[in-house]
């Protein structure tokens, strides 16, 4: 589980997919979620530890969106309390018949 405010650091081993690529892909979805995606520079990386082919993300929370996605979030709770209240008061209509 992961909040507003969590950064979490994946390591990335660069592969060659013909269907398609998956650091795409994974920035791609991330993106759906909101969620930034950002590799982290080898210079502040320890450098007893180098690998051409392994890149460090550090994923975190895009708060540029996150006002619209709040509000999203608030408009599609609104809709399904609506939606559970109509259907409520049918069902209780269908009971008194």
Known sequence: LS?????TYLSYEQRYYIEY???EEFRRLARLRNLKVEV??????NEFYPANDI???KVSRDK???E????FDTEQKTKVS?????NNHEA???RMR
């Open 3 to 7: 909040g507003n405010e969590t950064i």
């Open 21 to 23: 690529n998956p650091s």
């Open 40 to 45: 982290v520079p080898s210079c502040e990386l």
């Open 55 to 57: 890149e460090i993300w």
């Open 64 to 66: 540029i969106n996150l």
């Open 68 to 71: 619209e996605e709040d509000q």
């Open 82 to 86: 609506v939606s559970q209240e109509k």
């Open 92 to 94: 209780l209509l269908w």
